[in-house]
């Protein structure tokens, strides 16, 4: 049975890809992190269609900050998409995977030398340049190795959250990119052009995440072209890629606004279009870089029940195995999700709860008004959508081992991330030989 926020079985319980998730709990322990994959390639498929059908030339890019895994890129790969990466650590992952270097695009606002020379030395299919140091580094290390590489710059597209209730990182006084107002974006251009080793596929813009409206992506557009109509004046310049980066929202909980991949790229490529005929400028193929709603929607975090705190005439406490060391994004952004009881996700509840981590902090809450079911230690809580920047954003706090990850697909699960242990926490450290 389907409802739109999750799958049940003939038992009443969870499905997460065709398997019952107390087996799931039972068989992998808690927490854990189970990933629907069938969930995470129609995203994939429901963006690369979005532009298929308008006969438009794109690219779908997963960002692939919001889990990264061999597995993940595996995945990506069958799909035939693109991936971005933000590191040497996220490269060295996909270049482990056999992901294809040419469809990886380098991202970052500070990119060390030795990153910059793992992306030269594999030739990664483009690295997006955010500021003028990079542009420096870039130069010794493609004069070094005498190798060219393909770019982008990232410029700031000027879209503020303090006209529309986004996440920031477009806005002018951001940390990203190249500022279009001051002529940054303009001399970076130069720099650029004048090395023979960097050839400029493009134009690089994001304008913040888990954005609910098409208007923020249109706006973005028209600034970019606004852009390139003065560089096509001034320079003759012309991009053959504009990337519109990511930041397409999903539903968390019923407050949330969502709105389908496919009518997100129909306002882009709308908009794209119509600057360009107004402008009379070539059409560009538009990339994009979807994290978020490729995996969010397609993760949950499974949970064994623990203690509970009764307060009279308050609301109760009830604790988890996990918490903020597995997803911080409560804690971090007051982020909302949604739990079920696993064993029967659609019983009537029967109380509200504080759901609780195990962490020491106070703001370790989960969930700051769970309903839920009658519960006792040992059943199996199910969060729902935690498939983006939940276990990508894991942390040792506490020295408490990293759950594990397993895909689930036509009823078959796979460990592709192993738990932690705790030999792996102490893996690294040293001890002290003598006294300092
Ligand atoms: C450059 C860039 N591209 C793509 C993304 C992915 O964003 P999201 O996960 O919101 O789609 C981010 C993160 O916000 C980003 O900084
Ligand atoms: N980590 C953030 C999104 C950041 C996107 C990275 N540019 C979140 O969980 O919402």
Redesign the pocket.
């Given at each position: 049975m389907e409802n739109e926020k999750y799958f049940t079985n003939k038992e009443g319980h969870l499905v997460i890809g065709g398997v019952d998730a107390l087996k799931l709990a039972l068989e992998y322990g808690t927490p854990l992190v189970a990933y629907d994959v069938s969930q995470i390639r129609s995203q994939i498929r429901a963006f690369k269609e979005a532009f298929a059908k308008r006969k438009f030339p794109a690219v779908v890019s997963y960002?692939s900050?919001a889990f990264s895994a061999i597995a993940m890129y595996q995945v990506v790969a069958q799909e035939k998409a693109h991936i971005d990466v933000v590191s040497g650590g996220e490269l060295y992952t996909a270049i482990k995977a056999n992901f294809p270097m040419d469809k990886i695009s380098f991202h970052g606002n500070n990119k060390t030398r030795a990153e910059l020379e793992m992306a030269v030395e594999h030739q990664v299919g483009v690295i997006i340049l955010d500021n003028f140091y990079e542009i420096e580094l870039l130069s010794e290390v493609l004069a070094e190795q005498d190798k060219n590489i393909r770019v982008m710059l990232r410029l700031t597209p000027n879209v503020s959250a303090h006209t529309h209730e986004y996440?920031q990182?477009g806005q002018a006084d951001s940390k990203f990119g190249f500022d279009i107002t001051t002529g940054q974006a303009h001399s970076a251009l130069k720099k650029v052009q004048a090395n023979p080793q960097m050839e400029l596929i493009g134009l690089h813009a994001?304008i913040g995440?888990?954005i609910s409206a098409v208007a923020g992506f249109q706006m973005e557009v028209a600034n970019l072209f606004k852009l390139i109509n003065q560089w096509n004046a001034q320079d003759h310049y012309q991009p053959k890629v504009i990337n519109l980066g990511g930041g397409f929202g999903i539903r968390y909980t019923e407050e949330d606004e969502v709105l389908a991949p496919d009518v997100f790229v129909g306002a882009i490529v709308d908009e794209v279009k119509a600057q360009c005929d107004q402008l009379n400028l070539k059409v560009p193929e538009i990339w994009i870089e979807p994290?978020?709603s490729i995996v969010g929607a397609a993760g949950y975090s499974l949970y064994t029940v623990g203690s509970r705190k009764n307060l009279p005439g308050m609301t109760d406490y009830l604790t988890v195995n996990g918490g903020m060391g597995d997803n911080i994004?409560p804690a971090l952004?007051q982020?909302k999700y949604e739990a079920v009881l696993a064993n029967n996700p659609t019983a009537a509840s029967v109380e509200k709860v504080h759901l609780a981590g195990r962490y020491c902090e106070s703001g370790d809450i989960l969930i700051d008004e769970q309903s839920l079911p009658a519960t006792k230690p040992g059943d199996i809580i199910a969060i729902l959508k935690t498939g983006?920047?939940g276990y990508s954003?894991a942390s040792n706090y506490n020295r408490v081992p990293r759950p594990s990850v397993v895909f689930c697909e036509n009823g078959y699960a796979q460990i592709v991330v192993k738990r932690e242990t705790y030999d792996d926490l102490v893996s690294n450290d040293c001890f002290l030989e003598k006294e300092l």
């Open positions: 960002a900050k996440i990182t994001h995440s888990q994290g978020r994004r952004y982020a983006a920047y954003m």
